[in-house]
């Protein structure tokens, strides 16, 4: 069945050091993914997608790379700021209509 | 431009109990999405509603139904309630064009049931 998963569940950085969360999928029809950041008391929060014909997308801060061979997502952030702070979850999404399906989570938590 | 919004933020409510959860989409979005997400847990997708009618569905038993309106707000309404329906419930919205369409979050209604 479909599934999302994350090699690691909790990520302590250095403020200023950059941050790389991973992200596992299996399903190989996912043509559609999504980084989203989950502050304490909130909803997540967008913050990058990327569709499956690129292999990397860079916003403020913000790369994800893709990796279609191995099923592999990566959020990579520059600087890692203690506003950064939060869970970071991966969503993957199949053929148009369905819906996405959520990993379990990273919690970032960034060291003065 | 108002986000998604939800209310209640917080409901407290005893076993066997029914509760109505409500969203209003963004501005300019069509479609809701609920998702159920128990603490420590990634979103789990309970349904979405477009044009008014439930789209898909996830794992979740008919206990869990919804409604959409006319100006695309939505009710997510559970019934019999169990102690492990206790849980973060979120609302999310988009716009039902092409193949990437992002889902923007409200902030949720913690549900406790007692």
């Known amino acids: 069945g479909e599934s999302v998963g994350l090699h690691l569940p909790t990520l302590s950085v250095q403020e200023g050091d950059n941050s790389i969360i991973n992200c596992a999928y299996s399903n190989s029809a996912s043509d559609y993914f999504i980084w989203y950041k989950q502050e304490s008391g909130k909803g997540p929060q967008f913050i990058i997608d990327?569709?499956?014909?690129?292999d990397k997308r860079q916003g403020q801060r913000v790369t994800v790379l893709l990796n279609k061979t191995v099923k592999h997502l990566s959020l990579q952030i520059a600087a890692t700021q203690p506003g950064d702070s939060a869970v970071y979850f991966c969503?993957?999404?199949?053929?148009?209509?369905?819906?996405?399906?959520f990993g379990p989570g990273t919690r970032l938590s960034v060291l003065p | 431009d108002a986000g998604v919004t939800q209310s209640p933020t917080h409901l407290i409510k005893t076993r066997g109990q029914q509760v109505t959860l409500r969203c209003s989409p963004k501005?300019?979005?069509?479609?809701v999405s609920w998702y159920q997400q128990a603490l420590g847990q990634g979103p789990q997708f309970i349904f979405q509603y477009y044009e008014e009618e439930e789209r898909q569905r996830g794992n979740f038993p008919d206990r869990f139904s919804g409604h959409q309106f006319p100006n695309y707000s939505s009710e997510l309404n559970v019934n019999a309630l169990l102690l492990g329906d206790s849980a973060l419930y979120l609302c999310?919205?988009?716009?039902?064009?092409?193949?990437?369409?992002?889902?923007?979050f409200g902030s949720g209604t913690q549900l406790s049931v007692l």
């Open positions: 999310a919205s988009s716009l039902r064009t092409g193949r990437t369409e992002k889902l923007f």
């Open positions: 990327i569709r499956s014909n690129m």
């Open positions: 969503a993957e999404k199949g053929n148009y209509g369905q819906n996405f399906v």
């Open positions: 501005s300019g979005h069509d479609t």
